[in-house]
């Protein structure tokens, strides 16, 4: 495709053909390219200095500078052979998508605008985003880091990290999430206790077979209202308020090592804490927050009768003079 005549061009699509070169050097005045699904080996756009977006996915590109393209707001190189890219002069960038690339380094440091960033399935392993304060989405599926770290991240709204090799995943400090994937992973240790777990909207965590507790606001609230299709968990995970391991920084309290059995039950379970304590409390709590049952508990094994107490679900808190707690739902039957 010839278009050396086009000084005038402003927008250029030719998206998914079978092109393998494309000259648009005399196309100075060129806001817009999008030429992505293509099998291009090679994009100089270092004479388009007004661009504004350039998606150029999905080719074959081994190299891509944009150094001279300052005006750049949306950049899309994703799917092609790239092992570096300098957008340290791409200070405007907002939407920048690097994914399926076979990146090993990536400096965002100078892009402090940037709002979305997707680095999917690259062989990074650090991405440091402390200065991305204004990211709203992230995508990081596949990536081989080991750890995450999001605390300055306030504005995050969507976080997928799908398959990734995070052992601990700490979002306290991101109080506008309402989406989360995180399914297919190494997690053992997952902190959403950021304040404001009503925002969730969908909220993934499945075949996570190390995650065993989850730390959260009210873990009655999660365990009531984080059901349906957009909220899936492992059948061995359940919701606390204090983790142990995945405690924020001013929380030392540790989980509770029990188990309730038979559950569900006709109001009549047995209580098996992990050893004899001194000082050990249980509640138990309908689904509106009103406790129906308080006692303490004397020993290692403990019956609890529920007499009358109405068919549904019910929260059982733990306590011990030790700090440890939990919170298991019951169904009565």
């Known amino acids: 495709m010839d278009v050396s005549a086009n000084t005038a061009l402003t927008v250029l699509h030719c998206y998914t053909n079978t092109l393998t070169s494309l000259n648009v050097s005399a196309n100075t005045n060129l806001t817009v390219l999008w030429c992505f699904s293509n099998t291009l080996t090679a994009l100089n756009v270092s004479a388009n200095t007004a661009l504004i977006s350039l998606r150029c996915g999905n080719n074959n590109l081994s190299a891509l500078d944009v150094s001279a393209n300052t005006a750049l707001t949306e950049l899309l190189c994703n799917e092609n052979n790239l092992t570096a890219i300098d957008v340290s002069k791409n200070i405007a960038l907002t939407n920048f998508d690097c994914g399926s690339n076979n990146l090993t380094v990536l ?10 960033l997707k680095c999917s399935y690259t062989v990074l392993t650090v991405l440091d985003l402390s200065g991305n304060i204004a990211l709203q989405y992230l995508t990081c599926d596949g990536c081989i880091m080991t750890t995450l770290n999001l605390s300055s991240n306030a504005a995050l709204i969507n976080l997928h990290c799908f398959s990734s090799k995070f052992t601990t995943l700490d979002l306290s400090a991101n109080t506008n999430l309402t989406h989360l994937d995180c399914r297919n992973s190494k997690l053992s240790s997952l902190n959403l206790k950021n304040g404001n777990n009503t925002k969730f909207i969908s909220l993934h965590a499945t075949s996570n077979p190390n995650l065993t507790c989850i730390q959260v606001d009210d873990a009655a609230y999660s365990t009531t209202n984080w059901t349906g299709a957009n909220f899936k968990f492992d059948a061995t995970a359940s919701f606390s308020e204090n ?12 989980v509770l090592a029990s188990s309730i059995y038979p559950n569900p039950s006709n109001g009549t379970f047995t209580i098996s804490l992990d050893k004899n304590y001194s000082q050990a409390s249980m509640q138990v709590v309908d689904v509106l927050g009103k406790v129906v049952l308080s006692t303490t508990l004397n020993h290692q094994i403990n019956t609890i009768e529920m007499n009358n107490a109405p068919k549904g679900v019910y929260f059982v808190k733990l306590l011990t003079s030790e700090g440890a707690q939990s919170i298991t739902k019951v169904v009565v039957e």
């Open 107 to 116: 400096d965002v440091s100078a892009n402090t605008a940037l709002t979305y």
């Open 243 to 254: 983790c142990g391991g995945t405690t924020s920084i001013n929380e030392n309290k540790t």
